[in-house]
């Protein structure tokens, strides 16, 4: 199993920044991509941004130019750095992960999820 720790959301005016982080942890030979997705209610489950574990990146058109992920692969750990949030921001967002288990199963997981709250 993996397990994904979010932390680093929060309230935050227009204009302003926030960084979330993923932390894995479990029994894995391999977690890739890795990618963090967001729901607001009476909205999809939108993805939001993913990386792979050789750096390429892939974005929600909404916010290209505004957010941008990273990963450490040493610590299993991915990041959202989110600049110029906007009130369509707020959401809860979604650490997410593919994993090859050390069984060789390959599986999805969540973690559980942290608010992000852009209001004035």
């Known amino acids: 199993q993996v397990q994904l720790v979010e932390s680093g959301g929060g309230l935050v005016q227009p204009g302003g920044s926030l960084r979330l982080s993923c932390a894995a942890s479990g029994s894995f030979f391999s977690i890739d991509p890795m990618g963090w997705y967001r729901q607001n209610p009476g909205k999809q489950h939108e993805l939001v941004a993913a990386?792979?574990?050789?750096?390429?990146?892939n974005y929600a058109d909404s916010v290209k130019g505004r957010f941008t992920i990273s990963r450490d692969n040493a610590k299993n750990t991915v990041y959202l750095q989110m600049n110029r949030l906007k009130p369509e921001d707020t959401a809860v967002y979604y650490c997410?992960?593919?994993?090859?288990?050390?069984?060789?199963?390959?599986?999805?997981?969540w973690g559980q999820g942290t608010q992000v709250t852009v209001s004035s």
């Open positions: 990386i792979t574990s050789g750096f390429s990146t």
């Open positions: 997410h992960a593919e994993a090859v288990l050390t069984t060789l199963a390959k599986s999805h997981f």
